[in-house]
């Protein structure tokens, strides 16, 4: 089993999640902590705790962002399945062997579960908590594009990356590696390695917990670059869809999802026309849309983006 944690700038949040870890119930883990360049202590407190521990261990690396670390970690993995932990994040201490025996029952590629999601103030302290749900059906085995479609007709699908156990050779052998220098590659990663899978199950466990902090890379990063890639990967996306052995009704649930996210992620934030004009295709989720909610909000966005926006905002 592989825990891979990339690391940059969360020196006061690092420990608690190392020692989420390395205390473990589930012991046959290879901790993999991948220090991203940080400017801080994040370093020096991953080899301390290699020095304490043999399971862990620590590839220092200059700065190259999320995707960059986690393929780090992939290179060198070694364990059956692989678990992403985000280093400012945590996950309860039965929550590996729990998942691993789980998977390795029932011969799954992909194991999904709950996670907390907890936003935090510049003093740390909780503004709210909320649970997100890692799929619809207890402990039945889907494949990867049953899974998905099943989410997205029921409103559950999070393409979060954490909230799921992932069979190694899965990512490897079909190449399933994160794309560098993108913001929310989540969005774009998450969708390929489920619909590569053929067994997947959600069981009703929480076992993560997701912080939201103010400085945190989501949070603080160019809102303009955060519209461009998730376009970019809409479209990529779609290209992705119609090429894959997918049945025409799943492929027009996905495409409808991203027209919905195209729609949301080009409203998002102030509205800059000279911007919007260069980077977005107003006729895209038009073009993919197949639910009627969404093919009326289409509509309107393609006639006029700054109306579709009011209306939004007026009746929401």
């Not at 390795?104 to 907390?116: A, P, V």
Request: hydrophobic fraction near 35%; charge should be positive; proline fraction near 1%.
């Amino acid at each position: 089993m592989s825990v891979i944690v990339p690391i940059y700038k969360v020196e006061d949040y690092l420990k608690r999640c190392i020692e989420s870890l390395v205390n473990q119930t589930y012991k046959n883990i290879e901790i993999i902590l991948v220090d991203d360049g940080s400017p801080d202590n994040c370093g020096a407190i991953c080899d301390d705790y290699s020095l304490k521990y043999n399971r862990i261990r620590v590839i220092h690396k200059e700065n190259g962002g999320l995707s960059d670390a986690r393929n780090y970690g992939l290179v060198v993995a070694q364990g059956e399945y692989i678990l992403f932990v985000d280093s400012d994040d945590f996950i309860e201490l039965d929550a590996i062997e729990k998942m691993i025996l789980f998977a390795k029952e029932n011969h799954l590629d992909i194991i999904c579960g709950d996670s907390y999601r907890t936003i935090v103030n510049e003093s740390n302290s909780i503004v709210n908590r909320t649970k997100m749900f890692g799929g619809t059906i207890e402990n039945k085995v889907f494949t990867g594009e049953e899974y998905v479609v099943d989410c997205i007709s029921k409103k559950k699908f999070s393409v979060t990356v954490c909230t799921r156990m992932y069979r190694t050779d899965l990512i490897k052998e079909n190449n399933l590696y994160f794309k560098k220098d993108l913001l929310h590659e989540d969005e774009n990663w998450t969708p390929r390695v489920l619909l590569a899978a053929k067994r997947v199950v959600y069981i009703n466990m929480t076992f993560y917990h997701y912080l939201i902090r103010k400085n945190s890379i989501t949070q603080i990063e160019n809102r303009k670059k955060h519209v461009e890639d998730v376009l970019s990967t809409c479209n990529e996306l779609i290209v992705e869809y119609n090429i894959q052995h997918i049945s025409e009704l799943n492929k027009k649930i996905l495409k409808d999802y991203l027209a919905r996210l195209y729609i949301n992620t080009s409203t998002y934030g102030k509205y800059e026309k000279n911007f919007y004009t260069k980077v977005i295709d107003k006729k895209f989720p038009l073009r993919n849309a197949y639910f009627l909610k969404t093919r009326i909000e289409s509509i309107v966005y393609a006639v006029s983006i700054s109306l579709y926006r009011y209306l939004k905002l007026k009746f929401s």
